[in-house]
């Protein structure tokens, strides 16, 4: 099955819920949330959520991908997912 942008957005929103123990709801996640000043997420909640979505998208990051200044917002995680998924699955 080959996702959408918007299929990947949802599933990576899914996956910043069900793998961390955040104070807020999915539809209050937006491109702009940050994983530090919003989310308290720390090393070990990156991480977790980073090997959710290397199985659930059948996808690996490589250390560059894992840059957290390339991957402080959810926005930046959406579209560096999609552009894995995509190479990765065409």
């Not at 996702?3 to 702009?32: A, Q």
């Not at 530090?36 to 998208?57: G, H, P, T, Y």
């Amino acid at each position: 099955m080959n996702y959408s942008y918007d299929e990947i957005k949802e599933i990576i929103k899914n996956v910043v819920i069900e793998t961390n123990d955040v104070n807020i709801k999915i539809d209050e996640l937006n491109e702009n949330t940050n994983f530090i000043n919003d989310l308290s997420f720390d090393s070990f909640n990156f991480i977790k959520m980073i090997v959710a979505l290397e199985a659930q998208l059948d996808v690996i990051f490589t250390m560059d991908d894992l840059d957290i200044n390339k991957m402080e917002t959810l926005g930046q995680l959406i579209n560096i997912s999609y552009s894995i998924y995509i190479n990765t699955h065409n």
